[in-house]
RNA sequence: CGGGGCAUAGCGCAGUUUGGUAGCGCACCUGGUUUGGGACCAGGGGGUCGGGGGUUCGAAUCCCUCUGCCCCGACCA
């Protein structure tokens, strides 16, 4: 390809909205361009990056077992409602309705279409296990699309979904698409981590997530430097931290006033943070429940939902907190509350003595409390966030904390969807069952995204060989100059015709120009041709990732290059 | 959804306070000089100043209203 032909308008100055690396960068060099809010057209370099991706992608699904289909993005409201989500899902859901006034929506996942179609079809043994999957766009209306690719309303994901006939077949297909996916980001050449993790609205048992390393990561994980232990911050488990063993002291009530937060008081009554319990109100569907965690620490929202199950879950309104406990936020705590309501609170709390709370009254806090003297509580159990230096659940060794882009999640869903939608199959006893489903998901623009997170340095992107949109480009430093224009022409021939992507940049500009696009874009490879391969028949060859160049004839040329694209498969 | 901000040429911005008929840099086109890390000179094209309404002799500028976009928070298979 000659670049003067590619449309990839690059641009020397960062649009104003970007905010992170790969959203300026793929703007920059001419991959996306934006619609609308979180909305982007895909240009001809990121094209063949998100083919190139999408092309790993099937060769492992395959493997595996899958066969690809394509479903529907319009789906409609039926089989939501069938699955109870069209309720559920809220506000993310893109809705919209036909000229018939009859209620659709954009595919925001695809368990009901996807179970839909197998409970029609799918009626014996005989025909599972059996997995289907499919790359295309989704949707989902964010409250707040942001970063570019890594949080929009519509991008391209893969999805497949495992129907088995029980547990132990779900267990087999999870374990191979859990060997598919480290397939999948090895072969994308990232750096990533399967991690632990969360199940969410989804349903189902249990799932990992499959996370690309980068510090601008919107996940935090933990993992064990020893063993094998990687899991989301979000359920990480975490022990209990031994409190000071002291006599109990008499409750007293202490003034501290204007003193609402939790530095506030343990700075004026002269107490370390842990001294304190912090008491958080949360609003479960329609009970308002409290939680209970030393001050030090921070609340896990995914924790509470593990034993308070409800469908909405959020911060008490201030008003619901004053029904509660008769006082503003600031200066609440467990100790005699207006209403009856669940007090939940973590393990740590149950050892901790002349401990400071909140009294319910404005300005007041009491001291020398003591769990399970001064208050009851309905459940002790682990409800905080894990820090940083806490020690790995498995072998004890001390986990060390990552930020990472979720690129892919594996979960095994159990009959959650077959169960409501009614998907069953006959077994060999002629006894009805239903299908036990597993789901699996790629954000194949996200990983996308995630490669540029990764890799890039102050001057562009430095794409890993195997999802690079060319692996070359060759910079002739003059297009007028015949000896270097022939042997840059050459050159273009050879590698063209050995198989590797070449990008040849005819433009009649100077060499500097030429260098900022080819380091602002990526490719792997450069070649430079000029006064050097003139006077020494030598030509350049930089790598993106190295900093030095080096000077070689032309056949070593082809060789270094082959040799890098073979060593990266 | 709460809080804040922005909307003027393809991109980045000034002009708005104090109304007088739109400008700068980059990009683009023409010609010339240059040519190994985003060159220089000269000339040129491109704007319903986000939309609608109002005030005024006159509105990018003041008032009302709608829309879009961005940031922080909350939220997030």
Redesign the pocket.
């Known amino acids: 390809m000659y670049f003067s032909k590619l449309y990839a308008?690059?641009?020397?100055?960062?649009?104003?909205?970007?905010?992170?690396a790969s959203?300026k960068l793929l703007v920059?060099?001419g991959y996306i361009r934006?619609s609308?809010?979180?909305?982007y057209t895909y240009m001809p370099l990121a094209q063949r990056v998100l083919q190139k991706i999408s092309t790993i992608i099937r060769e492992e699904m395959n493997k595996a077992g899958g066969q690809e289909v394509m479903l529907p993005i319009i789906q409609p409201a039926e089989i939501w409602l069938e699955s109870g989500r069209w309720n559920v899902y809220?506000?993310?859901l893109f809705r919209l309705k036909d000229r018939h006034d009859r209620d659709f929506c954009l595919g925001?996942?695809h368990e009901e279409v996807i179970t839909d179609l197998v409970r029609m079809d799918v009626s014996s043994y005989r025909q599972l296990p059996l997995m289907l999957y499919q790359i295309q766009n989704?949707y989902?209306d964010?409250?707040?699309?942001?970063?570019g690719l890594l949080?929009g309303r519509e991008?391209i994901?893969k999805?497949l979904y495992s129907f088995d006939r029980e547990e132990s077949g779900l267990e087999e297909s999870y374990q191979k698409m859990y060997d598919a996916y480290t397939a999948v980001f090895t072969r994308c050449g990232l750096e990533f981590r399967p991690v632990e993790a969360?199940?969410?609205?989804?349903?189902?048992s249990s799932?990992h997530e499959f996370m690309v390393i980068a510090d601008s990561g919107?996940a935090a994980i933990v993992y064990c430097p020893e063993c094998s232990y990687a899991a989301n911050v979000e359920i990480a488990p975490c022990y209990p931290a031994k409190n000071e063993e002291e006599t109990p002291l008499l409750l007293e009530k202490k003034l501290t006033p204007n003193k609402t937060s939790i530095d506030d008081v343990a700075t004026y009554l002269g107490e370390p943070a842990s001294k304190l319990i912090k008491t958080l109100f949360f609003q479960a569907d329609d009970e308002v429940i409290a939680v209970l965690v030393r001050g030090d620490r921070t609340v896990n929202?995914?924790k509470i939902?593990g034993v308070q199950a409800c469908v909405v879950?959020?911060?008490a309104a201030a008003e619901k907190i004053k029904e509660a406990t008769g006082c503003e936020p600031g200066y609440v705590g467990p100790i005699g509350l207006k209403k009856d309501i669940k007090i939940y609170a973590d393990e740590e709390i149950k050892t901790m003595v002349n401990a400071v709370c909140g009294a319910n009254e404005s300005n007041h806090h009491w001291v020398n409390v003591v769990p399970g003297r001064d208050f009851t509580v309905s459940e002790y159990t682990d409800l905080r966030l894990i820090e940083e230096g806490e020690s790995c659940p498995k072998c004890g060794v001390v986990l060390n904390t990552a930020r990472g882009i979720e690129v892919?999640?594996v979960?095994k869903l159990g009959t959650k969807y077959s169960n409501a939608l009614k998907a069953t199959y006959v077994d060999e006893k002629g006894q009805e069952n239903d299908i036990v489903m597993g789901?699996y998901?790629?954000?194949v623009s996200?990983t996308m995204a995630a490669a540029v997170e990764q890799n890039h340095d102050d001057?562009?992107i430095i794409w890993p060989v195997q999802i690079a949109p060319y692996q070359v480009v060759i910079?002739p430093?003059?297009t007028?100059d015949q000896q270097i224009w022939q042997a840059a022409l050459l050159l273009y021939q050879e590698l063209t015709a050995v198989g590797i992507e070449v990008i040849m940049d005819d433009r009649?500009?100077?060499?500097?120009?030429?260098?900022?696009?080819?380091?602002?874009i990526g490719y792997p490879i450069?070649v430079?041709?000029?006064?050097?391969?003139i006077e020494e028949n030598k030509?350049?060859i930089?790598k993106r990732w190295e900093k030095e160049?080096s000077l070689v004839a032309k056949e070593e040329i082809i060789e270094i290059v082959k040799k890098t694209w073979q060593d990266s498969l």
């Open positions: 308008p690059t641009l020397r100055e960062i649009p104003a909205e970007a905010e992170v959203h920059r060099a934006k609308s809010s979180g909305v809220g506000k993310e925001p996942t989704k989902r964010e409250r707040r699309p942001r970063f949080r991008f994901m999805d969360d199940s969410g609205a989804i349903g189902g799932s919107e929202e995914i939902q879950f959020e911060m892919g999640q979960f789901c998901g790629i954000g996200r001057n562009g910079v430093v003059s007028s009649d500009e100077r060499a500097g120009v030429k260098f900022k696009d080819a380091d602002l450069r430079t041709i000029g006064k050097r391969y030509m350049e930089k160049s």
